[in-house]
């Protein structure tokens, strides 16, 4: 079975703040198999830990993925795709 590689797999966390204090963040990220090409279709799962409340979004053909607007909390996201191994990341932070 193939495994989902985590190089290119960038999260980030964007404080979106002007004048107003936020408390909304950015998450985005991008699927790659562990020769580097992008994986479409792989299934985001994005779990807040304290609620858990869940986001689910699909990469789109670049392997690319953005949740643009989340809650200030810590997050778990797991990505899976029929044919690679699943991979969760725990305690990713958005503040």
Do not use: C, H
């Amino acid at each position: 079975m193939k495994q989902l590689g985590l190089t290119g797999f960038f999260l980030a966390a964007f404080v979106l703040a002007a004048f107003a204090q936020v408390t909304t963040g950015r998450l985005e990220g991008t699927v790659t198999d562990p020769q580097g090409a992008s994986v479409p279709n792989a299934k985001v799962k994005v779990a807040n830990a304290q609620t858990g409340q869940n986001f689910n979004i699909l990469t789109d053909d670049k392997g690319s993925w953005v949740l643009p607007s989340m809650p200030t909390a810590l997050y778990t996201i797991t990505v899976s795709q029929p044919g690679f191994k699943t991979v969760t990341i725990d305690n990713v932070k958005v503040d």
